[in-house]
């Protein structure tokens, strides 16, 4: 079945340092791809998502590439901000419109 | 715009008791979905929902009960609370066209529930 890898965390950052969480996947067919983020005692929200090869998401500074040929969909944001704390969930939407989580990677940004 | 909502936001309940999730959503989406999140895991769905009327099960049903008698409304029910039921539970909708995907799943903030 379909199956979504991401690192474990906690990851933990100094602010502006650069930021990249992995994420592979395996699926039958062309998923859409999404990353969603998790703010403390809130819901999941969308943050970035990228339907096809090659696509580019992008939002908020953050960006990930839709790379088919390694099954992979890297999250990557150049300077993070101590907002940028939360934890972030890979997902992948193959048929039948339901998504397959990651396990999430929490990330924590010092000042 | 309220969204997704969900209460309770927090309950504790006792072993064998039941009880019921509430989710309502105000965006006139067709598809509603129900996933639990255990700790340091990601979310698992346990129902969904393609239209009023028409439930379907997830990945993780055993244990849980749906309903959608309208297009806003979408409880889960928890027959014989368990421990290995707690959790937390998220509620999500979307808009789905027959043939045409990818639109985001938008989630409620989530009810936080603990079996005793």
């Known amino acids: 079945g379909d199956s979504v890898t991401q690192m474990e965390g906690p990851v933990t950052l100094s602010e502006e340092a650069f930021l990249t969480i992995n994420c592979t996947y395996t699926?039958?067919?062309?998923?859409?791809l999404f990353w969603y983020v998790q703010y403390p005692g809130e819901g999941l929200q969308l943050l970035l998502k990228?339907?096809?090869?090659?696509d580019k998401g992008s939002n908020k500074g953050f960006e990930a590439t839709y790379r088919k040929e390694t099954t992979s969909f890297h999250l990557e944001k150049g300077s993070v901000q101590v907002s940028d704390s939360a934890v972030y969930f890979c997902?992948?939407?193959?048929?039948?419109?339901?998504?397959?989580f990651g396990g999430g990677t929490r990330v924590l940004v010092k000042p | 715009n309220a969204g997704v909502t969900q209460t309770p936001k927090f309950r504790i309940l006792k072993i064998g008791q039941s009880m019921t999730l509430q989710c309502t959503q105000d965006?006139?989406?067709?598809?509603m979905y129900w996933y639990r999140q255990d700790p340091g895991m990601g979310l698992k769905l346990i129902y969904y929902?393609?239209?009023?009327?028409?439930?379907d099960k997830g990945e993780v049903p055993n244990g849980y009960n749906v309903s959608r008698s309208t297009t806003e409304d979408f409880p889960l029910r928890l027959e014989l609370a368990a421990p290995s039921q707690t959790s937390v539970y998220f509620c999500?909708?979307?808009?789905?066209?027959?043939?045409?995907?990818?639109?985001?799943?938008?989630f409620g903030d989530g009810t936080r529930l603990s079996i005793l």
């Open positions: 999500a909708s979307s808009y789905r066209l027959s043939g045409v995907s990818n639109q985001p799943q938008h």
């Open positions: 699926a039958t067919g062309y998923p859409s």
């Open positions: 990228a339907t096809k090869a090659d």
């Open positions: 997902a992948l939407e193959a048929a039948g419109n339901k998504l397959t």
């Open positions: 965006m006139n989406h067709n598809y």
């Open positions: 929902s393609v239209g009023a009327g028409i439930t």
